[in-house]
């Protein structure tokens, strides 16, 4: 059961973050293109990556160029659609695809079936449909089955429920895989791993990274496998802030004893 706090024990410097978006460092809006990251909280996503070495990725299940426009001006690490892409720290991408007829079917499929439900949505990611039902709450049952319906005609895919949506996504794609992924390569790898979501898609990131002796952060109420809690956007906006303020010190603590130490040896 995850425990309420404003400030996590991160007393170790060598740690790597990993970020949810939607419910997490924005609010959740009532249709996606209305979320956005507020510019000082950005910016102090940039000022952590930079005093952890660029260990910070953005995991999401948005795609990799909607994280980009919601992070711009800056650039991090990120895995898209719950980590069916994943760009590195070098650019390099990393990227499932499903069969192109499979895509064009369920496309078909789903674009006909949404139609008869005035005020869901679907969203094509390429290789995963989110359907969304926010604003048609009265659908939830009809869409919820429609989904699985259709992923259990193909062993390809699987389904990812979330807050008034659920996503048709392939098999074996989740963002704990993406959080290990990135943990086997520099920067993140030998670092402590710290994980923040509000989802349902984030318990598997939460799980990935208790296996590690990480740190996990649950945002707002429910269950979860996270080991603490923030209880809504503005509390992780404020924790950020104080996280930073407090690695700034640090850092410069450190610096100040190196000068210290360098300048007995000359003496």
């Known amino acids: 059961m995850a425990t309420e706090l404003s400030l996590p024990p991160l007393n170790n410097g060598n740690l790597a973050f990993f970020f949810d978006l939607d419910g997490t460092l924005a609010e959740i809006q009532p249709h996606p293109d209305l979320v956005h990251i507020p510019t000082d909280v950005r910016a102090l996503l940039e000022k952590l990556s930079g005093l952890q070495n660029g260990a910070l990725a953005l995991i999401s299940g948005r795609s990799m160029a909607e994280l980009d426009k919601l992070a711009a001006p800056h650039r991090f690490p990120v895995a898209g659609v719950h980590g069916a892409e994943r760009r590195d720290i070098n650019g390099n991408t990393h990227v499932v695809t499903l069969p192109a007829d499979l895509v064009r079917a369920l496309q078909l499929r789903l674009e006909a079936e949404l139609a008869a439900m005035p005020g869901t949505e679907l969203e094509c990611k390429g290789m995963a449909f989110a359907l969304h039902y926010r604003q048609a709450p009265e659908f939830e049952t009809h869409i919820l089955s429609l989904a699985s319906t259709l992923a259990s005609l193909y062993e390809e895919l699987s389904l990812q429920p979330g807050k008034c949506v659920v996503e048709i996504k392939p098999r074996g794609i989740n963002k704990g895989e ?85 300048l007995s040896r000359s003496i």
Do not use: C
């Open 178 to 262: 993406a959080i290990a992924a990135f943990m086997q390569q520099e920067p993140f790898a030998g670092r402590t791993p710290v994980f923040i979501g509000d989802d349902l898609t984030d318990e598997a990131g939460f799980t990935v990274v208790n296996a590690m002796n990480g740190i996990s952060i649950k945002v707002g109420k429910g269950e979860t496998e996270a080991k603490y809690r923030l209880m809504n956007v503005q509390a992780v906006h404020v924790w950020l802030e104080k996280l930073v303020t407090q690695q700034e010190k640090e850092q410069k603590l450190n610096d100040r004893s190196v000068g210290y130490e360098s």
